[in-house]
């Protein structure tokens, strides 16, 4: 069972800045392209960010300009840098390997934005 794990979420008021991080296996980390998805409640869960096994990056026009994802294939890990936040941020963050049809979801960390 291949696990990845989120962490850096936690409660910032607006404007302000956190960054993610997810660490998945080596065995995968190299090849697989990964990604930041968020649900909000009541919401369906959302992409957010992808990066591919090569840097290249696609957002969601809600967080272009605030966002950064970028990863280190010598840690194994994924990052999100979230600046410029505000209340609709608010979700559950979650990190994601994709690889063709085989996918592995993270847990998820919680990221809370007071207005």
């Known amino acids: 069972q291949v696990q990845l794990v989120e962490s850096g979420g936690g409660f910032v008021q607006a404007g302000g800045s956190l960054r993610l991080s997810c660490v998945a296996p080596g065995s995968i980390f190299s090849i697989y392209t990964m990604a930041w998805y968020r649900q909000a409640p009541g919401n369906q869960r959302e992409l957010v960010a992808r990066?591919?096994?090569?840097?290249?990056?696609v957002y969601a026009d809600s967080v272009k300009g605030r966002f950064t994802i970028s990863r280190d294939n010598a840690k194994n890990t994924v990052y999100l840098q979230m600046n410029s936040l505000k209340p609709e941020d608010t979700a559950v963050y979650y990190c994601k390997a994709e690889w063709g049809i085989v996918n592995y979801w993270g847990k998820g960390t919680l990221v809370t934005v007071s207005s």
């Open positions: 990066i591919t096994s090569v840097s290249n990056t």
